[in-house]
């Protein structure tokens, strides 16, 4: 079992940035694709962001293209999103989640962590 842990959330105002980062034990990012999703109450968990092992091509929800990063370290043990422009309908929970699966934006990856709050004041 693979235990990844986030960090990094908190309070912003609209229009501020945050990093959040996921800790993995071993290579894990450098041999598994690795995703950030959020989730508010009431909701489905939404796909944010992800980014393949094989070839390092990122990949964007329409609603933060332009605003996030996804990236990972050279080491294969920490993945981050950077954060900026944020607006409060970024409010959520984030998680990071990491996997052999080829669909990117489907949450079924075989990993995940627990989760860091973000929320955006306006």
């Known amino acids: 079992q693979v235990q990844l842990v986030e960090s990094g959330g908190g309070l912003v105002q609209a229009g501020g940035s945050l990093r959040l980062s996921c800790a993995a034990p071993g290579r894990t990012f450098r041999t598994n694709n690795a995703a950030w999703f959020r989730q508010v109450p009431g909701k489905e968990r939404d796909f944010v962001a992800a980014?393949?092992?094989?070839?390092?091509?990122?990949y964007y929800a329409d609603s933060v293209k332009g605003r996030f990063t996804i990236s990972k370290d050279n080491a294969g043990n920490t993945l981050f999103l950077q954060m900026s422009s944020l607006k409060p309908d970024d409010t959520a929970l984030y998680y990071c989640a990491a996997g052999p699966q080829r669909t990117l934006m489907d949450p079924s990856y075989a990993y995940w962590g627990q989760g860091t709050q973000v929320t955006v004041s306006s």
């Open positions: 980014v393949k092992w094989i070839d390092g091509r990122t």
